[in-house]
């Protein structure tokens, strides 16, 4: 490789990560400022945290937000798990192909059809939308991208593997929960984290899905943001940033961990 | 694969919750709006005029059958607001992801070129925007591209520019949102692609007297081609149907398909229309996705 290259190469990293990065650098930054204004820095302050701590409106949203969140996560990667082992293991069963197809839809459906059609359903049926219909709504968005991760992971395992643990005896159930699971789990994880993420952060379901009493974070958020930049965003914002960079720092520890684990008994 | 078969009961058992799940919730919805943007409007609430109910049978549905409209479908056609969404749409989508890819590859590229024990560094680092909030990286934009913004007050302090330039507010401002906001999906395929090339190619290439460029455009592009693939529908399919972006980058005369809907839905209470859009927008989506996997199924008939 040539030095022009290695010098173009270098400029492009460093150009491309600071378009990636200057955005959210800045964000987080003026989120300290005590200015009002985005444009003139008035020194350091820490009162837009304070007055985030005291604004129970924006505080309940993010408790809703987390709740739901998790709850869908959790129904998500069952639901995906279960769907995952039907589409790996069942072989071409009558009407795999209708359930294959419908499980990808969420992949290239907009996500305002898919709110709308939720919302028509949930009218139709007289069901009165709030924390419940939010959580459905999430968990069928979340669900596709949860079956799409476990199902190629399951691919991956050996099925001779489960076969061997029957011919010893073991029901189908047990083999699977035995051999294929511990196999699977760290794809669960991450599983549960991108549909965590994915129902943390959704705007366009939620507005659609919930009801009033279930505000979402984001729906919050939002309507805050087209009034013009609050400088309480920018704080709540980097509150969000923060917590997802320390989330990834530590995953990425433990899987380092993990892999100098494995390569140490490999070895031995 | 085997043949066609029959589930055992514990089978059934599992595959019975996802199933009924996925029908319930995502399929019987989207018949749903299929149904309501074929009904009349009505100012009630649901506002439309339901077509057929199941309890109804047969002999119910052929009756109600007669009281089908294709008004709102007509409305699409005919109301120059929609066409320009559609239209528009189609527009921004493309260009933005053309704009992504052109960013992306030199990116990508430098990437996968770069020394192999920094690669998954460089591509975690690359990946992490993806895994914070899409709402706050759009955020991120208004404070810079607005008239008092950093971008317009660093080109003034610079000399280069008198006056601000209008940026926020306007088309520009909605395809620099999406290039920024689908960067990892476009990132991502192509590193993948241009990070498996073996490097013996390029050398046979300079070997045989290829110019680095020559070698670009005849081994790595063309061999980099199913990343470019991949990256390219990541990044267009979303970006059609885009409601967020639009809504806080875009000017009001900015119209996307995704915000009109969502417009009819919440503001105008027009529940035949939005559903006969959303159901136009799902077919210029799928249409094309569809003839895509019949060409590379086609291809891979034809090589053994």
Not at chain 1, 12 to 18: D, H, N
Not at chain 1, 139 to 167: H, I, K, W
Not at chain 2, 279 to 295: G, K, N, T, Y
């Amino acid at each position: 490789m040539n030095g022009q290259f290695r010098i173009l190469q270098a400029l492009m990293l460093t150009a491309g990560f600071i378009f990636l990065y200057a955005p959210i650098v800045i964000l987080a930054a003026m989120s300290f400022n005590a200015s009002r204004l985005v444009s003139v820095w008035g020194g350091f302050s820490t009162r837009w945290y304070a007055a985030l701590i005291e604004n129970e409106q924006l505080m309940h949203s993010a408790w809703i937000s987390l709740a739901d969140a998790t709850l869908s996560a959790l129904f998500a990667t069952i639901l995906g798990l279960l769907a995952a082992v039907s589409l790996a293991r069942f072989g071409a069963f009558p009407s795999r192909l209708l359930f294959f197809g419908a499980i990808h839809a969420p992949l290239v459906l907009p996500e305002v059809v898919m709110g709308l059609a939720l919302l028509s359903c949930f009218v139709a049926l007289g069901v009165g939308r709030g924390f419940t219909t939010l959580v459905i709504g999430h968990v069928t968005f979340t669900m596709c991208f949860t079956t799409v991760a476990l199902l190629a992971s399951l691919r991956e395992c050996d099925p001779a593997l489960e076969e061997a643990a029957m011919d010893l005896g073991a029901t189908p159930f047990t083999a699977f929960l035995l051999v294929a699971l511990p196999q699977i789990a760290p794809a669960m994880a991450s599983a549960f984290l991108l549909a965590f993420t994915l129902a943390l952060d959704d705007l366009v379901i939620a507005s659609f899905a919930t009801g009033p009493g279930a505000t979402t974070l984001p729906m919050r958020i939002y309507s805050q943001v087209r009034l013009g930049v609050s400088p309480q965003i920018n704080a709540m914002s980097t509150l969000l940033l923060g917590m997802v960079a320390v989330a990834m720092g530590a995953g990425a520890l433990i899987l380092r961990r993990g892999a100098r684990r494995s390569r140490r008994v490999s070895v031995t | 694969m085997k043949k066609a078969q029959t589930l055992s009961r514990g089978q059934r058992l599992v595959l019975l919750a996802p199933y009924l799940w996925i029908v319930a919730f995502l399929l019987a919805p989207l018949i749903l709006i299929l149904k309501i943007s074929f009904s009349h409007t009505v100012l009630a609430r649901p506002p439309y005029r339901p077509i057929f109910e199941l309890s109804e049978g047969l002999a119910g549905f052929w009756t109600k059958a007669q009281t089908f409209t294709f008004d709102a479908y007509r409305v699409l056609f005919t109301d120059s607001l929609y066409i320009n969404a559609y239209i528009s749409s189609l527009t921004i989508a493309a260009v933005a992801t053309l704009v992504t890819l052109l960013v992306a590859y030199p990116f990508a590229l430098a990437m996968a070129r770069a020394p192999e024990k920094w690669r998954p560094f460089l591509i975690g680092l690359a990946a992490a925007p993806f895994w914070t909030s899409f709402l706050i990286r759009v955020y991120a934009w208004i404070a810079l591209l607005k008239d008092e913004g950093l971008i317009n007050k660093g080109l003034i302090a610079l000399g280069l520019i008198d006056a601000p330039i209008q940026m926020f507010a306007t088309r520009f401002a909605v395809v620099i949102g999406i290039v920024y906001s689908y960067l990892p999906f476009m990132l991502l395929p192509l590193y993948a692609a241009l990070e498996r090339q073996n490097p013996a190619l390029r050398e046979a290439s300079a070997d045989l007297g290829a110019t680095p460029m020559q070698t670009f455009l005849r081994v790595t592009l063309p061999l980099s081609r199913e990343g470019i693939i991949a990256g390219v529908l990541l990044v267009f399919i979303p970006a059609v149907g885009e409601f967020v972006i639009p809504d806080l980058l875009g000017g009001s005369d900015t119209l996307m398909i995704g915000r009109t809907l969502w417009n009819d839905f919440f503001a105008n209470h027009d529940w035949p229309t939005a559903s006969a859009a959303a159901v136009l927008l799902l077919v210029l989506l799928i249409a094309p996705l569809a003839a895509l996997e019949r060409m590379r199924f086609g291809q891979k008939d034809l090589r053994p």
